[in-house]
């Protein structure tokens, strides 16, 4: 059985351990097992500690035999981005900045993991500080996607992505700014959640941008995701942004609510620059929703056109100053070339940065630069209301939003080396972040070659268990989460 435990949801395995058909250090080996055996070609890890894992599961056993088993994640192995704190490991946000940077405390959804008993399995590859579409901006170089190792898995979660998609983790986390949980969920065929900003704290995450950045799962199947979001959700008094919402049992209510919905199409999303195939399955997905009985309806957001350039204003500016902090004296890369304290920062920042990161800097610096704040920085916040308020418009009609989750499939490595082809690779996930919502991508088909597509569901805001029943609908009808990649 160890060999097949590492492709099962967590809600089987929760049945395999709590009737001791299997343990939890068996079940962390065998993953460790199928790491040590695939990771060399699809690099989701930047690194493990193969002991703590064994140690962590063996204490769940300990926990699960005198009968304080603490929940359904107790002995299960679930991989952390590396832009998420765990305490005594390394947290490098894929940066030679902070290369060898161990870090002092725990992230309050790594907290809140460990108190339910989950074994704290890696730290996985993200583009650098979370900035990119591919998972090929960082600085241990690029995570594949495991369906077709030439190919990028996504990002800047990529790594989170991966890991499960090649059976190296029984569920993932991620951080998602403008897509990067939905798109790398979508290229490689897993579930992805993007919760309600401020439903999931914010505490222990590096920060990219603070007011669009938000932890969430990856899981094999949307009941998982169900699992992995009840077990993170919640207020937290050390983030400021937390708000202070209920947390259901999202499992029960995912499978409580049946439908039927009214869903809305946003014509925006179904233009120029959509894949056929992806465009194909979505269709087919809208289909199959309007033959349950949902009523599907064709509504307008008018201010996409303006997400990206909203997005890339609002972000790199945030970015700028959240990064301004890594300046080679406190902590992080230190330049052996400088001189004197002028020099450590210039030096330290230029070599520990990658270019993608440098990009953004400068670009949120000079937004935020005397004279062109007003002109830049106030007016896209003015655009970012008025993009929000389209999402909310459209739910006077319609419960949720039904999308592509990414434009594309899965494309080569290299193939996107204009940043502007790669920005534009989250066109379809931008607009959910600076509207704060909660969005699903769950897998829809696959290319002709083989290639998985995702459908996006965008719900309204803290909603996430309409939203996991109305995935679970679409996946129950369909075998997309029983197909893995074969990796030689």
């Not at 940066?95 to 725990?106: G, I, T």
């Not at 230029?350 to 400068?362: M, Q």
Request: a neutral charge; aromatic letters at 8%.
């Amino acid at each position: 059985m160890a060999d097949e435990l590492f492709f099962k949801p967590i809600a089987e395995l929760g049945a395999l351990l709590e009737t001791k058909a299997v343990s939890s250090v068996e079940l962390t080996r065998a993953v460790i097992a199928r790491t040590k055996a695939v990771d060399g070609r699809v690099r989701a890890f930047n690194s493990y500690d193969e002991a703590d894992a064994i140690a962590q599961a063996a204490a769940s056993d300990v926990r699960r035999a005198a009968g304080q088993a603490r929940g359904p994640l107790e002995g299960i192995p679930i991989g952390l981005k590396d832009v998420i704190s765990v305490a005594g490991q390394p947290l490098t946000a894929s940066s030679k900045m902070l290369a060898n940077f161990v870090s002092p405390y725990d992230a309050t959804v790594t907290a809140k993991l460990k108190g339910a008993g989950a074994v704290i399995w890696g730290r996985l590859n993200c583009d650098e500080f979370a900035m990119g579409s591919s998972t090929e901006n960082s600085a241990f170089g690029p995570t594949v996607n495991p369906w077709d190792l030439t190919r990028v898995p996504g990002g800047s979660s990529g790594g989170s992505s991966a890991a499960l998609a090649a059976g190296e983790a029984i569920a993932t986390l991620g951080s998602d700014t403008g897509g990067s949980i939905r798109q790398p969920a979508a290229l490689c065929g897993v579930v992805g959640l993007k919760p309600t900003y401020g439903l999931v704290s914010r505490y222990g995450l590096i920060a990219f941008a603070s007011s669009l950045d938000q932890i969430g799962p990856f899981a094999r199947t949307v009941e998982d995701a169900a699992i992995m979001l009840e077990a993170i959700a919640g207020h937290d008094p050390l983030d400021s942004t937390s708000f202070k919402a209920d947390v259901p049992d999202y499992r029960a209510e995912a499978k409580r609510h049946q439908g039927p919905w009214r869903l809305g199409i946003p014509k925006e999303y179904f233009g120029a620059g959509l894949d056929p195939e992806v465009n194909a399955a979505v269709e087919r997905a809208i289909a199959f929703y309007r033959a349950q009985g949902c009523e599907i309806k064709e509504v307008s957001l008018p201010h996409t056109q303006y997400c990206l350039d909203t997005y890339y204003i609002i972000a790199t500016a945030e970015a700028s100053s959240n990064l301004a902090r890594y300046d080679g004296i406190r902590y992080g890369h230190r330049s052996k070339e400088a001189k004197d304290a002028v020099d450590i920062y210039f030096k330290s920042r230029a070599e520990g940065f990658g270019p993608e990161v440098k990009r953004r800097i400068i670009l949120g610096t000079y937004v935020l630069s005397s004279g062109y704040y007003d002109a830049f920085y106030l007016r896209a916040q003015k655009v970012r209301t008025l993009i929000r308020q389209d999402f909310l418009n459209a739910y006077r009609e319609v419960d949720a939003l039904l999308t592509p989750t990414s434009p594309v499939p899965a494309f080569k490595l290299g193939e996107k080396s204009d940043p502007l082809a790669l920005y534009l690779c989250d066109i379809y996930t931008i607009g959910v972040n600076l509207a704060g919502l909660p969005a699903l991508s769950v897998p829809c088909g696959f290319t002709a070659g083989g290639l998985p597509i995702g459908l996006q569901l965008i719900g309204q805001p803290f909603a996430e268990a309409n939203l996991l029943a109305m995935a679970r609908v679409y996946e129950q009808a369909h075998d997309w989460r029983l197909k893995h990649p074969v990796l030689p």
